[in-house]
């Protein structure tokens, strides 16, 4: 685990991206000009498309062209690139031709560019990709332990090798016979017992950082090995901190009391708490004013396509185990719940063809906005459970009141990580999400969760 690696990766693809964008302008005014291509061509040109540059790279990063979890040159990758390209040339024509106030119209210039785009992007990211697999920006890794989640983070770092980490070594301390060794997952990787061969094995595969599913304060052994590693200089990293790092998503297995008490310092997030509550309300003002028009037609839909009334009020959790009305457009026939409080399913018939829509949009949650200004919820923050369900899974799944932690979101980490939950095991899933987002909530995490969110339901993918 290298942050400062991260980075630089990060760094690279950012700057190669802006890169491309400026050559592919300097291309198409080359070729539309010829020998009239001067300085005053390229500088009429230059704040006009810089402007239009930076807002496709806001739609790169909505449609995950930045995420290394996907840098590789396939169907989705050009299925991604095609959808970013078509949204960004609509928003350029709209800006060039409706907001002339550069003094050009550049449709041929226009065209061109997106060609040109089209032709040098996809290249630059498959020399990104070699790049990215190249020995000098990987790690070989060592994981000491097997377990259920060091199996499934093996199964996630072979099928993810653009994000740097060679895994050389696995080694299993207590000598089970837990790994099917000529299991193909496995292929290539040295499977050892014991622990008298993870030195040998660290210097041998030049292994830089030793991940432990075993705890070494509980076993006086694995703390003596650990121990005798330090002239080596390599970084020795618990399971649950790596996995949370590349996955984005804390371990429920993995965890205890002592991870609370050592991770989630609420003291030390007052200042960001303050301004998040600020944004909240502007938004909220802005968002309400803003879509006030679209109630009556909204509510008009809903009357007419089922007998009932247009909002919906529930009772949800909130921030402290503090229960508060939550207000929507009702999306369900009327009464759907007469005979108690039931998990949506996926093909839920209890849910109108307007529901339908207004949920897949996310139009149903627009009342939400009064939850927000009356400070029950935020934006950001985890999913809202219903006092039923909640003392259900408070039963079931460990540390679940933890969420409460914070206040509740009309979107999330979760949300925009995982799909709708209707079980036991989804809503643990979706816990290990907002674990990490309790943990690491910040304003910048804030904005993606807005940007990809954005992108949630432009594509109409809601619950």
């Not at 009357?303 to 949800?316: A, D, E, H, W």
Request: proline share 4%; net charge positive.
């Amino acid at each position: 685990m290298n942050n400062q690696l991260e980075k630089i990766k990060r760094y690279v693809l950012i700057g190669g991206d802006v890169f491309v964008l400026y050559l592919s302008l300097w291309l198409t005014l080359l070729l539309r000009y010829g020998g009239e291509f001067s300085g005053d061509v390229w500088g009429r040109h230059f704040w006009a498309f810089t402007i239009i540059y930076a807002v496709w790279l806001v739609i790169f990063y909505i449609n995950d062209l930045y995420s290394l979890h996907l840098a590789a040159n396939n169907v989705q990758f050009y299925s991604r690139l095609s959808r970013a390209l078509l949204a960004g040339a609509a928003l350029a024509a709209v800006f060039f031709y409706f907001i002339p106030y550069f003094g050009i119209t550049p449709k041929t210039n226009l065209f061109l560019n997106i060609l040109i785009l089209a032709a040098l992007f996809p290249l630059w990211r498959q020399i990104y990709n070699v790049f990215l697999k190249s020995s000098a920006l990987s790690q070989n890794i060592l994981i000491l332990g097997l377990t259920k989640e060091s199996e499934e983070l093996i199964q996630y770092l072979l099928n993810k090798p653009q994000l740097g980490y060679k895994l050389t070594a696995v080694c299993d301390p207590d000598g089970d016979q837990t790994v099917n060794i000529s299991t193909p997952s496995f292929k290539g990787i040295k499977i050892f017992r014991g622990l008298e061969s993870v030195r040998q094995v660290i210097i041998s595969s030049g292994v830089q950082i030793l991940i432990s599913a075993k705890d070494p304060r509980l076993d006086p052994e694995i703390l003596k090995t650990f121990y005798s590693l330090l002239p080596l200089k390599i970084k020795i990293v618990g399971l649950e901190q790596f996995y949370e790092s590349i996955v984005g998503k804390i371990p429920l297995s993995l965890i205890g009391e002592i991870w609370f008490l050592e991770n989630l310092f609420e003291g030390e997030k007052g200042i960001y708490e303050k301004a998040k509550r600020i944004l909240d309300v502007c938004m909220a003002f802005c968002l309400g004013l803003t879509s006030l028009p679209l109630f009556p037609f909204i509510a008009a839909a809903v009357k007419l396509n089922s007998p009932g009334n247009v909002f919906y009020t529930q009772k949800r959790i909130g921030k402290g185990g503090q229960m508060f009305w939550l207000l929507k457009f009702r999306s369900m026939v009327q009464d759907a719940e007469k005979d108690g409080a039931k998990w949506a399913e996926k093909e839920d018939t209890r849910i109108t063809k307007v529901g339908n829509f207004l949920r897949k949009s996310r139009l149903d949650e627009l009342p939400q906005l009064w939850n927000v200004l009356k400070g029950e919820m935020s934006f950001i923050g985890p999913r809202p459970e219903r006092p039923e369900f909640v003392r259900e899974l408070e039963k079931q799944i460990p540390f679940y009141q933890t969420r409460h932690l914070i206040k509740p979101g009309l979107t999330g980490w979760a949300q925009i990580n995982f799909p709708y939950g209707a079980s036991v095991e989804d809503a643990m899933e979706k816990l290990q999400y907002d674990l990490y987002y309790i943990k690491h909530r910040s304003l910048v995490l804030d904005f993606g969760v807005v940007l990809k969110t954005i992108k949630i339901v432009l594509s109409r993918g809601g619950r």
